[in-house]
């Protein structure tokens, strides 16, 4: 079995199949190879449970981008594509979380001059060159 998984992720090479007997490999173009998973054949509508650790998302709110999964069977020495499904999205990863307050040093109505205040912490650092929009 052979998975493409989106190119904005990034993987450090570990998976396991959680359960099954089996080897799993991720390479350096985020394809997830799963081999030698059982002596007999999966037959159909078997749930294979795969797990990447150490896994990381992209650096910012976006879609994740395209994934396709194949089975393949060898025949000659070559492989060829027994079942496949590709899909243009994956997920979308979303934004960390900033905890916020707007203070005002003097809440009395009509053009009363005053100070507010802003007070943030965020789930992730800022980027280098990035910025804070209020």
């Known amino acids: 079995m052979v998975i493409q998984m989106p ?14 007997p089996g080897n799993c490999v991720v390479d350096s173009n985020n394809l997830v190879t799963l081999t030698d ?8 509508g078997t749930l294979i449970k795969l797990v990447i650790q150490s896994a990381s998302n992209p ?21 060829y ?3 496949e499904t590709k899909s243009a999205t ?6 960390g979380f900033i905890n916020s307050d707007v203070t005002a040093a003097n809440v009395v109505t009509y053009d009363k001059e005053t100070s507010y205040y802003f007070d943030c912490n965020t ?12």
């Open 7 to 20: 190119q904005t992720l990034k993987f450090d090479g570990a998976c396991s199949l959680g359960g099954f």
């Open 81 to 83: 594509t027994v079942d």
């Open 37 to 44: 998973m059982t002596t007999e054949d999966l037959r159909k």
């Open 59 to 79: 650096d910012g709110a976006r879609p994740a981008g395209p994934y396709s999964v194949a089975t393949q069977a060898p025949l000659e020495g070559n492989f």
């Open 90 to 95: 994956s997920f979308f990863a979303r934004p």
């Open 123 to 134: 789930e992730h650092d800022v980027p280098k060159d990035g910025f804070v929009v209020i």
